[in-house]
């Protein structure tokens, strides 16, 4: 839960306990579209379209075999699903027909909310944890939980100025990219070690044994971003990648 008083509470997954904003204005969610001057015939267009074509891959069928059922040509679906054009009455009555539900589930895109994060720069939320240690900064670049991808994605900036007493090795669920920003690491993915640096990137299966194995050159600036399933979420082991904090 996202709250812009100033905090972020954990619902599960990899996060860690608090997150604290550093400045208060640094995240700016849109959940209206008329705000932002969105034409919302379009944007009811490209939702009907998103939805019949998430059920018609759900149901494993394709595009030609939705459109003979439906008794609308090809061209016709592919416009639908796209957006391009605005159906009539009768055509979606003949989609929903075909696809097995009411004709209202077809809006259901357009009446969710989309959020979107916007964060300038310096201006991430600060990652608060005990043990936190001197010269070693996490900075969350944005976080939305609920979402319709059903997949939970959480960017770092990770910067590291002083050594660290032990490099620990982590695994948990889903995948991970680095990006190298300054700096030079060693690592470990697996039984493969990386000497990364800036412009270099890294991205594995995050269940695999991986960590750095040695901080060349220092300090170390780098994007880490974790992806898992929203309804499977990530080992707790994760919070602290780079140090117990």
């Known amino acids: 839960m996202t709250d812009l008083s100033g905090s972020v509470e954990q619902s599960g997954g990899m996060l860690p306990q608090k997150l604290s904003f550093e400045h208060t204005n640094a995240f700016v969610y849109r959940h209206d579209a008329a705000k932002n001057h969105i034409d919302e015939g379009g944007r009811l267009q490209a939702a009907i379209g998103r939805e019949i074509r998430s059920i018609r891959v759900r149901y494993g069928l394709s595009a030609t075999e939705l459109a003979s059922a439906a008794g609308i040509s090809i061209g ?51 990652v608060e944890q005990s043990g936190t240690r001197a010269g070693h900064h996490y900075d969350l670049l944005g976080y939305i939980g609920s979402n319709t991808a059903g997949v939970v994605v959480e960017p ?29 690491i060693l690592y470990r993915h697996d039984s493969d070690l990386y000497r990364m640096k800036p412009g270099d990137s890294l991205f594995f299966d995050a269940s695999a044994p991986h960590g750095p194995c040695e901080l060349i050159k ?10 898992y399933r929203a309804a499977g979420q990530a080992m707790d082991g994760r919070r602290s990648k780079y140090g117990r904090r």
Do not use: C, W
């Open 76 to 126: 016709m679906l592919s416009k639908v699903e796209h957006g391009s054009i605005s159906p009539s009455l009768d055509t979606l009555q003949a989609l929903s027909s075909a696809l097995g539900v009411s004709p209202t589930a077809l809006f259901r895109r357009y009446e969710e909310n989309y959020n979107a994060v916007f964060v300038k720069a310096g201006q991430g939320l600060n």
């Open 156 to 184: 770092y900036l990770v910067s590291l100025s002083q050594p660290l007493d032990e490099l620990p090795v982590f695994h948990h669920d889903g995948l991970e990219l680095l990006y190298i920003l300054e700096g030079e």
């Open 218 to 227: 220092m300090p170390i600036r780098l994007l880490s971003v974790i992806s």
